[in-house]
């Protein structure tokens, strides 16, 4: 008979900024020095801003190899703090640029990685993730993730992955008058019986509709912690319960 077991996620949602990674790194290690988890999930380009205030969509001057800057900042604070980390990136490789996420185990390697199979229309600098939707486990959890505008497509895109995983990771800078993802991440919450941790953009400059709000939400589709609407700066977390330990190894 296999016991349940459990992760501790939370959402650093962070408001947002433009060009300003190394403040972005800061707040993040002071949210890390006050609150503890086992995985910490932040926003889609939190590190980089998605849009600058003066309407400027172009990130590809923020791109960085995979050992960069970026990464290598973020493998040391999981490391140090002993948290996994699911983190941005404006990835270069080769003349491709990417909007990607990480995945840092609590030992600060990089057990994570997924491409934005489907940026959204102003993101003309960002090739198509070419990745698939992997699989990947930590701490017994199989997870697997989309980024943003990969929600309308991801049933279709992913159904084995989102069958196979536990938890899906969704970070997002989401867009929108009246706001659609409680109803569509409560539907694949349930639909797949996986547990769904959205880390949104806060509101910050520019600000926006639809930022705010980050959610959690167990297996089956009940919300279980969120951020307010319209939020700036915060953090939210929950305990989530896995009914059976997941199958060592990842998939594709």
Sequence with gaps: ?????????????????????????????????????????????????????????????????????????????????????????????????????LLFNREGERIGHWRKRHPWMPETWATPGNLG???????????????????????????????????????????????SRPERLAALAAGFNLAVVNANWGAGYPRLPGQGHSQIYAAGGQRVAATPPHSAAAWCDATLIFPTPSVSGATP
């Design 1 to 101: 008979m296999t016991m349940p077991h459990s992760l501790h996620v939370a959402i650093a949602q962070y408001p947002a900024r433009y060009n300003d990674i190394v403040g972005a790194l800061g707040w993040l290690e002071a949210q890390l020095e006050q609150h503890a988890a086992g995985l910490v999930v932040l926003p889609e380009t939190a590190f980089t801003g998605y849009v600058s205030p003066h309407g400027d969509f172009d990130l590809s001057g923020f791109a960085e190899a995979l050992d960069g800057f970026t990464a290598r900042a973020c493998a040391n604070l999981a490391r140090r703090y002993r948290t996994a980390l699911a983190v941005p990136l404006i990835e270069r490789d080769g003349p491709r640029c990417y909007n990607s996420l």
């Design 133 to 179: 939707t992997p699989v990947v486990e930590l701490d017994g959890v199989r997870i697997c993730a989309g980024i943003c505008f990969d929600i309308h497509f991801i049933a279709d895109d992913a159904p084995d992955a989102l069958h196979a995983a536990d938890l899906f990771l969704f970070p997002s800078a989401w867009v929108e008058d009246e706001d």
